[in-house]
């Protein structure tokens, strides 16, 4: 699959006033950018919606998974097994990462910077996240991984041993009843970044399993406007 025959579908969320900045939201395995939408809106009882930032939910690719016994599936990337211990499917890793960096140099020719970009997901959209910015896109203003995990042995640790000069912060989220991907790999994922240079955020909600919960979608939120603030809050700098 050559990158430059893929152009993602998306769902968009326009901002309501003049548009400053952008945020790309990658959805878990087998769902779509419209599905996540759908998903966030019931959570918090409304979109996810911004008076300057652009909301933008790609939709992954159809591709074999082998987790699924080579099922078809939405998925950024082909994983051995949903395991910690194993190696990344890279290939398929950077493949993505191509077409997700010609996503925010789409972004980036109509106006808006890198520092004014997040890109972040939830569970595998939020691994896909972690390898776009610390691997290809060190400029972007932050990332966000809720329910996710890097395997021990990512590429993304490899990049940042090699990394110098300021890396995106990451504001991460975790159930500690995830029966999917484990309180401690997020735990884990979140210790290695920092040691190698990543300024982390590390959120626990209790009881909740591999979900989005609302406490975690308003902070979330919060994040989202420190790091990409309105006309009105920069002024106020």
Same mark, same amino acid.
Request: hydrophobic share 40%; charged share 20%; aromatic share 8%.
């Given at each position: 699959?050559?990158?430059?025959?893929?152009r993602?579908?998306?769902?968009?969320v326009?901002?309501?006033?003049?548009?400053?900045?952008?945020?790309?939201?990658?959805?878990?395995?087998?769902?779509?950018?419209?599905?996540?939408?759908? /998903?966030?809106?019931?959570?918090l009882?409304?979109d996810?919606?911004?008076?300057?930032?652009?909301?933008?939910?790609?939709?992954?690719p159809f591709?074999?998974?082998?987790?699924?016994?080579?099922?078809?599936?939405?998925? /950024?990337?082909?994983?051995?097994?949903?395991?910690?211990?194993?190696?990344?499917?890279?290939?398929?890793?950077?493949?993505m990462?191509?077409?997700l960096a010609?996503?925010i140099?789409?972004e980036?020719?109509?106006?808006i910077?890198?520092?004014?970009?997040?890109?972040?997901?939830?569970?595998?959209g939020?691994?896909?996240?972690?390898?776009?910015?610390?691997?290809?896109h060190?400029?972007?203003?932050?990332?966000?991984?809720?329910s996710?995990?890097?395997?021990?042995?990512?590429?993304?640790?490899?990049?940042?041993?090699?990394?110098?000069?300021?890396?995106?912060?990451l504001f991460?989220?975790?159930?500690?009843?995830?029966?999917?991907?484990?309180y401690? /790999?997020?735990?884990?994922?979140?210790?290695v970044?920092?040691?190698?240079?990543?300024?982390?955020?590390?959120?626990?909600?209790?009881?909740?399993?591999?979900?989005?919960?609302?406490?975690?979608?308003?902070k979330?939120?919060?994040?989202?406007?420190n790091?990409?603030?309105?006309d009105?809050?920069?002024?106020?700098?």
């Amino acid at each position: 699959m050559a990158s430059g025959s893929v152009r993602l579908r998306r769902c968009v969320v326009s901002p309501a006033g003049r548009h400053s900045a952008s945020l790309i939201f990658l959805h878990g395995s087998g769902d779509t950018g419209q599905g996540l939408r759908t /998903w966030i809106k019931q959570v918090l009882t409304q979109d996810l919606a911004f008076q300057h930032i652009k909301v933008i939910y790609p939709t992954a690719p159809f591709r074999p998974y082998t987790p699924m016994s080579g099922g078809l599936s939405n998925v /950024w990337f082909d994983r051995f097994k949903i395991s910690i211990d194993c190696p990344e499917h890279l290939e398929s890793i950077d493949v993505m990462c191509q077409v997700l960096a010609d996503l925010i140099d789409g972004e980036v020719k109509s106006g808006i910077k890198n520092n004014r970009i997040l890109i972040g997901g939830f569970s595998m959209g939020g691994c896909m996240a972690m390898h776009l910015a610390y691997r290809n896109h060190q400029d972007v203003a932050g990332v966000f991984a809720l329910s996710s995990f890097l395997n021990k042995t990512s590429a993304v640790y490899q990049a940042l041993q090699k990394a110098d000069g300021v890396l995106p912060e990451l504001f991460q989220c975790h159930g500690t009843a995830d029966e999917l991907v484990p309180y401690s /790999w997020g735990e884990e994922t979140n210790s290695v970044l920092r040691s190698l240079g990543v300024s982390t955020q590390f959120h626990s909600f209790p009881g909740v399993h591999h979900d989005l919960s609302k406490a975690e979608l308003e902070k979330l939120t919060s994040w989202i406007l420190n790091k990409l603030p309105g006309d009105m809050e920069r002024q106020n700098e």
